[in-house]
């Protein structure tokens, strides 16, 4: 059973970079996918950034695509996203998921992921 731990939220200011990590344990396999989505109060988990296990490909989300970059180190089972000029609007409970090693659907769908992390805060003060 593949556990994740996401870490580095925190409160910052608009214009300001972070990185967030995501590591993962017990896992016995190979993923088709690790992903970032992000949440708000009162709205659907939203897509952020995908990368495939082979790292050839990454995937983003139209509102973040030049900001965020996406990376994972397989070897230390550890997948980061790197948030570059940070807006107000990208405040949300940041989320890793793992799509085990079987391909459920498209890598922005939810659904696609059977593994969820606990999320981590990130607040983007104006």
């Known amino acids: 059973q593949v556990q994740l731990v996401e870490s580095g939220g925190a409160v910052v200011q608009a214009g300001a970079s972070l990185r967030l990590s995501c590591a993962a344990s017990?896992?016995?396999?190979?993923?088709?996918?690790m992903a970032w989505f992000r949440q708000v109060p009162g709205k659907d988990r939203e897509f952020v950034a995908a990368?495939?296990?082979?790292?050839?490909?990454?995937y983003y989300a139209d509102s973040v695509k030049g900001r965020f970059t996406i990376a994972s180190n397989n070897a230390k089972n550890t997948t980061y996203l790197q948030l570059n000029r940070l807006k107000p609007e990208d405040t949300a409970v940041y989320y890793c998921?793992?799509?085990?090693?079987?391909?459920?659907?498209?890598?922005?769908?939810?659904?696609?992921?059977?593994?969820w992390g606990q999320g981590t805060q990130v607040t983007v003060s104006s």
């Open positions: 998921a793992d799509t085990g090693p079987y391909y459920r659907g498209p890598h922005s769908n939810p659904t696609s992921y059977d593994t």
């Open positions: 017990g896992r016995t396999s190979a993923s088709v996918a």
């Open positions: 990368i495939s296990w082979s790292l050839t490909r990454t």
